[in-house]
């Protein structure tokens, strides 16, 4: 059974910093691509950032510079670090696992509120 737990989220002011990590389990970790998504109240759901098995990284526009995405494979958990957090950052936040074989796999999100 695959899963994809997501942790981190919660409430920082603008400006401020957090660490979203997402441990997967019941797939080979390494060969699939990371992304985080996030979707906030209202709108579509967006790519925030990936990293492909070979660990080259991609971002969105609105977050070039600020976030960024990791991978730690002997964890089988991938990591989006968000530095200078803006109040249009607020979302719930997805991990999503992909192979080259096109499976894909969602987490269950996490809360982030960026508010002062």
């Known amino acids: 059974q695959v899963q994809l737990v997501e942790s981190g989220g919660g409430l920082v002011q603008p400006g401020g910093s957090l660490r979203l990590s997402c441990k997967a389990s019941?797939?080979?970790?390494?060969?699939?691509?990371m992304d985080w998504y996030r979707q906030a109240p209202g709108k579509q759901r967006e790519l925030v950032a990936v990293?492909?098995?070979?660990?080259?990284?991609t971002y969105a526009n609105s977050v070039k510079g600020r976030f960024t995405i990791s991978r730690d494979n002997a964890k089988n958990t991938v990591y989006l670090q968000m530095n200078s957090l803006k109040p249009e950052d607020t979302a719930v936040y997805y991990c999503n696992a992909a192979s080259p074989a096109g499976d894909a796999y969602w987490g269950q999100g996490t809360q982030v509120t960026v508010s002062s």
């Open positions: 019941g797939i080979t970790f390494s060969l699939y691509a």
């Open positions: 990293i492909t098995s070979g660990g080259r990284q």
